[in-house]
């Protein structure tokens, strides 16, 4: 947004901007900056496809006695690795929102958003639908990828990849969103805490892939070593990807709880959205509060 860009939404808010409007002069701006930025679109795009090939190559031919075990039938390792992927990439997604915020405080923007009456949960919120945006973008193009790789390998139909069929994607995205917030809003919180792009950078780098190898993303949590399946047990991700991979095979997935008050599929979704839900209120509040704070200490 450019300065008489930003002088306008001040004089929008001044003359009474809701709540909602305030999200969406934020939520326009951050989209238009992330579409200014070929890069990020570019990484969005071709790291699927490297993630999806290369674990499934790495992983597919060691993981059939696991799979038949863990799920009781064949089943491609394609299909069972795609909620990983998603998983994966919405983590890396939401990490990079930290950065885009450090990178508005050294060009001055974000001290100018702070000295305008702008709602402070509106800054927050309208900056994670945006970055919502491009994970939901990422979640179904990784998804549609997933079918092509399973296509090649095996030929298989769209029926037998995603057995909860066009509800069963909607509600994976869901599932991607509700993860994906807790984990946008620490990425906010450590650019807030260092207002530096690279100690942001390697502080939200170092959770992904030790989340996600300490979960059920690439191989059943049953032949993980025991110290592992306890890291597991309170490890988001699994909640997650469980819930993801339990709308592909139309089954419960979740290992980690035995939740049985439900029915099939449901005794992984509620718990998992339970979680991550309680998840998302603890950091993004923390992020709002500090956000607070941070504006407090620049105004007086």
């Known amino acids: 947004m450019s300065t008489t860009e930003t002088e306008r939404a001040v004089e929008q808010r001044a003359t009474g901007n809701s709540f909602s409007v305030d999200v969406w002069i934020t939520l326009k701006r951050w989209l238009r900056k ?6 990020v679109i570019f990484g969005a795009l071709i790291t699927p496809i490297i993630l999806l090939v290369l674990f499934s190559q790495l992983f597919g031919q060691i993981t059939g006695d696991a799979l038949r075990g863990a799920i009781g ?16 990439m919405a983590m890396e997604a939401a990490g990079n929102s930290g950065i885009g915020l450090v990178d508005d405080m050294e060009s001055g923007m974000f001290e100018k958003v702070l000295a305008s009456p702008t709602h402070r949960g509106a800054i ?36 037998t990849y995603i057995q909860t ?20 809003a620490f990425s906010n919180i450590a650019a807030l805490v260092t207002q530096d792009s690279e100690s ?15 979960s059920n993303a690439f191989l059943p949590i049953s032949v993980l070593p025991e110290w592992m399946q306890a890291v597991a047990t309170v490890n988001p991700v699994t909640y997650g990807v469980g819930a993801a991979r339990a709308l592909i095979f139309g089954q419960d997935m979740l290992t980690v709880l035995d939740v049985t008050a439900f029915a099939g599929i449901w005794n992984t979704i ?28 620049q105004a007086s």
């Open 34 to 39: 992330t579409r200014r930025n070929p890069f």
């Open 73 to 88: 039938a064949d089943v491609s390792y394609v299909t069972y690795l795609t909620p990983a992927v998603v998983i994966l």
């Open 124 to 159: 927050f919120l309208g900056k994670a639908l945006s970055d919502m945006v491009l994970i939901i973008v990422q979640t179904v193009m990784t998804l549609g990828l997933g079918y092509v790789v399973l296509w090649i390998d095996s030929g298989g139909s769209f029926g």
């Open 165 to 184: 069929g066009l509800l069963g994607v909607l509600g994976i995205i869901a599932i991607v969103i509700v993860f994906s917030l807790a984990f946008t």
């Open 200 to 214: 942001t950078s390697v502080l939200v780098n170092l959770l992904p892939y030790p989340l996600v190898f300490m």
């Open 270 to 297: 509620v718990p998992a959205v339970v979680v991550l839900g309680v998840l998302d209120l603890v950091v993004g509040g923390i992020a709002v509060a500090l956000l607070r704070r941070v504006s407090s200490s």
